[in-house]
C-alpha cells in the first residue's frame, strides 16, 4: 500500500507499507513527524492520532469504541475524520491510503 502522511504544511511522505503493517508502525519506522506512538500500538495513548482522508475511510472498518474513548480523552482536536493509526492495519487490497496529521502533533 502506497500510505501519504500529509503534514499540516501540506508536506508529504509517501511510503510503501507492506500487508499487516499499521499505519502508525510505518510512520514510526520512516520517522514521520507528528507520529509518537508513545504506547507502542495497544490504543491507549493516542500520539498516533491521525485524520483519515475522506477518500480513504471506505477502506478500513469503522472506528472502534476504544478508539473513540481514547481519542476523546487524549486527543486535542477531534474530527469525525479522527482515528488512532496504529488501529489502521494496510493490506493487499489497498493501494492507497491518505492520513493527514493533526497540527498540535508536529
Ligand atoms: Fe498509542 Fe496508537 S500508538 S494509541
Keep these: ?12 511522505d509517501v511510503i510503501e507499507v507492506a500487508p499487516g503493517v499499521t499505519v502508525m508502525q510505518a510512520a514510526v519506522s520512516n520517522s514521520v513527524d507528528g507520529i509518537v506512538a508513545e504506547c507502542g500500538g495497544s490504543a491507549m495513548c493516542a500520539t498516533c492520532h ?14 472502534a469504541d476504544v478508539e473513540v474513548e481514547m481519542i476523546e480523552s487524549a486527543a486535542s482536536e477531534r474530527k469525525e475524520t479522527s482515528r488512532l493509526s496504529c488501529q489502521l492495519v494496510m493490506s493487499g487490497d489497498i493501494d492507497e491510503f491518505v492520513v493527514h496529521i493533526p497540527s498540535h502533533q508536529v
Excluded at 500500500?1 to 501540506?10: A, F, I, L, N, R
Excluded at 491521525?50 to 472506528?63: C, E, G, K, M, R
Design 1 to 12: 500500500t502506497k500510505v501519504t502522511y500529509v503534514q499540516p504544511d501540506g508536506s508529504r
Design 50 to 63: 491521525v485524520f483519515v482522508d475522506p477518500a480513504s475511510t471506505h477502506l478500513v472498518p469503522p472506528i
